[in-house]
């Protein structure tokens, strides 16, 4: 073989091969770019639904904390009935009030956010397996609460209760009090507020279990998903 016939041989190899390079960096790059839209995409639709399972299962965690130590959480046995709270001014709603109503709160923003993630599910980027973990994850969570009396339609409806439209956004503590002040909007709220007076009694203690529980594996399973830190961990420490 000649030395020109052997220059043109090196040079279709050496371009041969830059194209490959050239083509797998490209697909590489798209795959990179795919990825990190889809981690953000499901982050915007998930992260807040993993913020307020952790603060749900923290907060009710203290009751069930107290409950095993003393028999009863004494901050929210303020009330026997959900009807004691008509009346009621701000002053209480920001004290005396506050550790119950704002645990009632707390679940009720959890109930928008599993309301909203069922909404969202044709929007993530979820594998086959994991869209169904997730529909059963959060599932679970509505099943134990409606094994507590707060059955699941009513959960829906306090959900909605919790978002203000139409900004969509999630009511803060404040104007959530201005619909218990409502008899007749607080009334959708109210098998909400009986369990959570109830655990406050020392009551429903298994019941209270399995909703934290569900709560535990719906957290974990967001954690996975986002490639995040143990959410209830997180959260615990915070308070240190």
């Given at each position: ?59 009710l965690s203290l009751y069930a904390v107290r409950v095993d130590r003393q028999g009863f959480y004494g901050p929210a046995q303020v009330i026997r009935a959900p009807e ?6 701000a002053t209480w709603f920001a004290g005396t009030g506050c550790a119950l109503v704002s645990s009632v ?136």
């Amino acid at each position: 073989m000649d030395t020109a016939s052997t220059a043109a041989i090196s040079a279709l190899t050496s371009g041969a091969v830059s194209l490959g390079l050239v083509v797998a960096a490209n697909r590489q790059q798209r795959r990179d770019g795919s990825r990190a839209q889809r981690e953000t995409q499901n982050m915007t639709y998930l992260n807040p639904l993993r913020w307020h399972t952790a603060e749900t299962h923290h907060r009710l965690s203290l009751y069930a904390v107290r409950v095993d130590r003393q028999g009863f959480y004494g901050p929210a046995q303020v009330i026997r009935a959900p009807e004691e709270i008509d009346g009621k001014d701000a002053t209480w709603f920001a004290g005396t009030g506050c550790a119950l109503v704002s645990s009632v709160w707390i679940t009720a923003c959890l109930f928008a956010q599993m309301t909203r993630a069922r909404s969202d599910l044709p929007f993530l980027r979820l594998s086959g397996r994991d869209d169904t973990r997730l529909s059963t994850s959060i599932m679970k969570v509505h099943v134990a609460f409606a094994a507590c009396g707060v059955f699941y339609a009513t959960q829906s409806s306090i959900g909605t209760d919790a978002l203000l439209e139409p900004e969509g956004r999630l009511r803060s503590y404040r104007e959530f009090c201005s619909i218990l002040a409502d008899p007749e909007r607080r009334a959708w709220a109210d098998p909400l507020v009986r369990f959570h007076l109830a655990i406050a009694n020392g009551d429903r203690r298994e019941e209270l279990r399995r909703v934290l529980e569900a709560l535990r594996t719906l957290s974990d399973f967001l954690d996975n998903t986002l490639a995040g830190g143990a959410s209830l961990r997180a959260r615990w420490d915070a308070e240190l």
